[in-house]
């Protein structure tokens, strides 16, 4: 079973990589012909930076929107953030004083993870309008990811589990160097996810995470009649056709 | 005319219950082969038009990132599906921005993912049959590409696009637009969108001339086909005969004159407006584009300048360069291109525009943010110049005027309900239930602060309210230029609205 799991999270670990990498390559090499920005944009680089941060870190845009889904999105993306931050101590061997630190209101974050969650699930069952638009997976992916909160709740909160075997495991997997995982049912489960999770990741709607920083409309700077802005297959037609020149 | 209700005021603004099907249909008028081959397409359904279809699909996902990572980043949330004009009008779920994506992504899974490849009913993948076509068809040519739902977008999913790239596509296995196609021809022969042909142009002009002479007593010039004048003046070809459009470019005409700047039209480009953005096709978008370069030329200009017109102005200012680029023979002092708007603004800004509001003083205004001007491209050096400069000029012309609903104006400004190609009688019913955001709030802003006129300056919106004001119980003409409010209150030097207003040579007047 540790050896099963063991690879089964390797395995999951390349192809999240793999196919996050392979994805970001190709959003990086088709050209954007025109300037598209969404405006008013920023004139800048920075301001640029500035417009993608608000995008990543508030959701910005979603609170201009809508402010229920804001609030259940934006909680659920924030805990588990924090969540995340939590789990680096499996994957330290001397954790540092801030992530231990964190720990204390950290634990917390997977209520407001499962909360957030929840929200979004009712949401999506009793809106019409978002019902209309919702496929079975965009179902799946919230029951899954409350799945995962709920197992992690039930380790942290009623049925402990042995936490030192669980560091020593996930260390071993970094040298390949496997150990033995404790056996919990919840235990299991959560790991089964997470690595489903990770493995569907390049091949779903949760390739929104580096889409949001590849959208033209926020990326791009407002600056067109300053800056000649010339992609690589426009630049062909370019060359064919721009020939009129003044005598 | 199509047999449809007008949609009724809404008591509270709510968002309505969706209807499923309410705009199914066969949506408007199919191109005839003859539009369609001068423009490069095939003109008639393919017998592999499966094949073409997602060669066509592929090529553009390789072709245009904006297209490639929208496809892949919606998350379903649903922040857009009450943003759109369209869908508030109708309440047909496929108006819903994200639906009408979907309507391409669920090909795009299919084909192109894996999850849609193996697993479609998960992912909600479909295969591609002539009626998804007819579907697309439909559907995508009741998105005006106005970009309101990408404001709200938190991946900034811009539904424009997918638009663009869906026409582009159908068109490629021969369901392109009559309206667009055939407006492109009519630039490609005669020179501009109404296929107005340079000598009734001319006379135009040369009436227009003779009246400022009458009315003003000075002579303000509208030249075409001038070389050695120092603009090439870019308008779209409403602006020679519609209303308020026309008045508009007595505007123009007279701040050029005022400023000492000589300007001309070009017969061969007598189009600002650019359909190619429409359709989605780069090569049709830089075909019309070149014209204007090759008008600039010809004609020795050293600048140009665009008149009132919102998806004109944005392939002018977010594309030109772009397209028909570099333009290093041009004046490198001025903006290139630049809008009238911001010739006006700093020319009052300077204090060389004399004005007299008082001329306005029966009007009471608003302004229509248009949404290509709002959200695709900037006036002046500062972002949101396209907000600020036009009310400036405005409130630089007369003394009342109020702003509509917030939510309803600058970068979430509603759409006319007739842009993108959509401004066909063919899709009256559309247009007059798309326009009712727009009408609701202009409603409140007449009830609640006496508004009696609303400006726009886009040539699309100024047409679109001429027939859309009076289904919503407004006057017809309560929709003006810009560019009319500066021309009631501009003050010309010499002119005999100075006179009248200095209180000298009255006498010399009355004489005559």
Known sequence: MSAFYALLLTVAFLVLIIGLTKKIIQYSRVPAPLKIPVTPAPLTKGGVAIRLAKEAILFAALFRSNKWTWLFGWMFHMSLFIVLLNHLRFFITDVPLPLILLQNVGEYAAFTMFIGLAGLLVRRMFVARVKYISAPSDYLWLILLMVIALTGIVMRFISHTDIIAIKEFSLGLMSFNWQDLPTDFPLMVHLFLVAALMILLPFSKLLH??????????????????????SSWAAELDAEKNKVQPK | MADFETPEFREYPAVPLIKQDVMAGNGPFISRAEFDTDLGYPGELPADWKEKTLEKMGDLLGRYRSLQVFMDSCIKCGACTDKCHYFIGTSDPKNMPVARQDLMRKVYRRYFTFAG????????AVDLTEDVLDEWYNYYHQCSECRRCSVFCPMGIDTAEVTMAAREILAHVGKAQKYSNQIIQKVYKIGNNLGLPGKALKGILEDLEEEMEDECGVPVKYNMDEVGCEVLLM???????????IDGLIGYGKVLHELGITWTVSSKASEAANFGLFIGSYENIQKISMRIREAAIELKVKRIIFGECGHAWRVAYSFL???AGPFDFLDQNYPIPQHILEVTYGALQDGKLRMNKAENDHLTMTFHDSCNVARASRMGDKPGGQFDIPRAVIEASCNNYVDMDADTIKDATFCCGGGGGLLT???????IKGALPRMEALKQVTEESGVTNIAAICAICKSQFTKTLP????????IMSVHQLVSEAIVMTGSMQEKELDGVDDEAESDE
């Open chain 2, 471 to 478: 289904y919503f119980g407004f006057e017809m003409d309560s």
């Open chain 2, 321 to 323: 360069n772009t397209l």
């Open chain 2, 425 to 431: 009688d063919d899709l009256m019913e559309l247009r």
């Open chain 1, 209 to 230: 995470i580096p889409g949001l920083f590849f959208a033209p409309t926020r990326n791009q700077v407002d600056n067109p009649r300053e800056v000649r802005h010339i």
């Open chain 2, 117 to 124: 490849k193996y697993f479609p009913k998960l992912v909600g």
């Open chain 2, 235 to 245: 308008t779209p070809s409403a602006d020679f005969f519609a209303e308020p459009h």
